[in-house]
């Protein structure tokens, strides 16, 4: 007997809208799971490449026309809701999956991954208190000691915090320095002008003083520059370094930085969002020699971990340091409780409700294990490598510099700012390609200029792809 439409009530007077758990819950999701599938490759097709065309306007208009009247008097169902709306989600998307969409760190998630996150939205179990989520919170215990040992391999008792991501992370990092130092005054943070725009912000919700921000005009933080800087400051001193800024991918000259930390007696703390996984490769890992010298680091894993929204964390080389973020609720982690040795998990964030981001990390470490995820990673920035090679083999275009992660800044030859700037909208606009963009001092000359920004985050990019990347940007930028 079919179903009525959900919000009407069944034959013996229950809300008619299944559940996704439970022991019925597998049967009630698979034939929604299909059109779902369905309205996922209907919108790609209809979108037909990397952005769906025609602008905000267009985009707009599709959308209302799927999802108007927003609450309808009487339900349409789940199959109709679903279809129409999933449909029109993905005809408006910007797709990372597509390798000409290239525009920021924002990556195609792993089918894998995807998959696993849905059991946990399936389980919904809620990471505030053991008694929600018993199984989520030792899996995430273990991962979060897990991935903190990759970072810090000889910390005393490593440890992370799972978080929303690199802004999160960069914010509690700044509160664990704030609340470890506040005997001694207010902390001071000292950050180049490459750091990630969290910092800054991150400094003003913790009612800190301004950061003091360092020139970077090669690109990187320069340990000169720093440890002159510190020389003249007194007080609690705290550090950002970046392993992989957001503008050029580049990483800061850690093991320098660090040597200039201990020697100035400040904290350091380093922002590896985006290059962090290199420490599954064997032939790149020595690019972040100088991470394990951190307070703490931040890690995001919905960057070069293709993991979907949300995956970060924030890494410590001992979990005593992380004692800050104690809190007690009666509700949620009596003492007792705690005495009885039930965990508890509201010193584990500055959220209560969170979803079990983790379940998608473990299922994706032990999927692929250590070798698989340094291929993707290692293809991943060879990728960017031979999209520089095109850049550099062009006539009419010049490359920033050879990328050291996976972000390749570019220009037409003799373009002006407003020239660069026009023609990535229009080809956003067109739908025919997706590229970022970037301020940079071009280093042939010292002048500061806007560039394409090209950040390769698909796995599965190949050369063909690359090749017609740049002639699309070529065709558009002769126009």
């Not at 809701?81 to 998307?93: H, K």
Request: net charge negative.
């Amino acid at each position: 007997m079919p179903m009525p439409p959900d919000g009407t009530h069944g034959t013996h007077g229950t809300p008619a809208a299944p559940l996704a758990g439970g022991a019925d819950g597998p049967r009630q999701l698979r034939p929604l799971l299909e059109t779902v599938l369905e309205a996922l490759e209907a919108g790609a097709a209809a979108r037909g490449g990397p952005m769906p065309a025609g602008g905000p306007q267009a985009v707009t208009h599709r959308v209302r026309v799927a999802a108007e009247p927003l609450i309808p008097e009487a339900g349409v169902g789940s199959e109709a809701a679903l279809r129409d709306l999933v449909q029109a989600f993905a005809e408006g998307a910007a797709d990372p999956a597509e390798p000409l969409c290239a525009a920021h760190l924002h990556c195609p998630p792993l089918a894998v991954a995807t998959a696993a996150d849905l059991a946990a939205s399936a389980l919904n179990p809620s990471m505030d208190s053991w008694d929600q989520a018993p199984a989520a919170s030792t899996l995430e215990d273990l991962v979060s000691r897990g991935l903190a040992t990759e970072v810090f391999p000889a910390g005393s008792a490593p440890d992370a915090l799972v978080t929303t991501g690199g802004t999160e992370s960069n914010q509690l990092a700044l509160l664990l320095a704030r609340e470890l130092s506040k005997e001694e005054g207010p902390v001071q943070v000292v950050c180049g002008a490459n750091a990630h725009h969290s910092i800054r912000r991150a400094a003003w919700l913790l009612g800190l003083p301004e950061p003091v921000i360092l020139p970077t005009p090669a690109g990187v933080l320069s340990p000169a520059e720093l440890d002159h800087t510190l020389s003249g400051m007194r007080g609690p001193l705290l550090a950002i370094a970046t392993a992989g800024t957001t503008d050029t991918g580049e990483i800061d000259p850690l093991p320098q930085l660090a040597d200039v930390c201990a020697a100035r007696s400040a904290r350091l703390h380093i922002d590896a969002a985006y290059g962090a996984p290199l420490l599954f490769s064997t032939t790149l890992h020595n690019r972040l020699d100088g991470l394990a010298r951190a307070d703490s680091v931040t890690v995001d894993l919905h960057k070069l971990g293709w993991q979907p929204v949300a995956a970060g964390l924030l890494a410590v080389p001992d979990t005593a340091a992380l004692a800050p973020l104690g809190h007690r609720a009666d509700y949620l982690n009596p003492e007792d409780d705690t005495q009885a040795g039930i965990p508890d998990l509201l010193g584990r964030s500055l959220r209560t409700t969170r979803r079990a981001d983790v379940l998608k990390i473990a299922v994706t470490l032990r999927a692929l294990g250590r070798t698989g995820l340094a291929a993707l990673v290692e293809h991943t920035c060879a990728a960017a490598q031979r999209f520089a090679d095109l850049v550099e083999a062009h006539p009419d275009f010049d490359l920033y510099e050879r990328p050291t992660l996976s972000t390749v800044l570019f220009r037409p030859s003799g373009a002006d700012d407003d020239r660069v700037a026009s023609v990535r909208r229009s080809l956003m606009t067109e739908g025919r390609a997706v590229l970022g963009r970037a301020h940079a001092t071009d280093h042939r000359d010292g002048t500061t200029r806007l560039w394409f920004k090209a950040t390769v985050l698909n796995p599965h990019t190949r050369p063909a792809d690359l090749e017609v990347l740049l002639g699309i940007v070529e065709g558009s930028a002769a126009k």
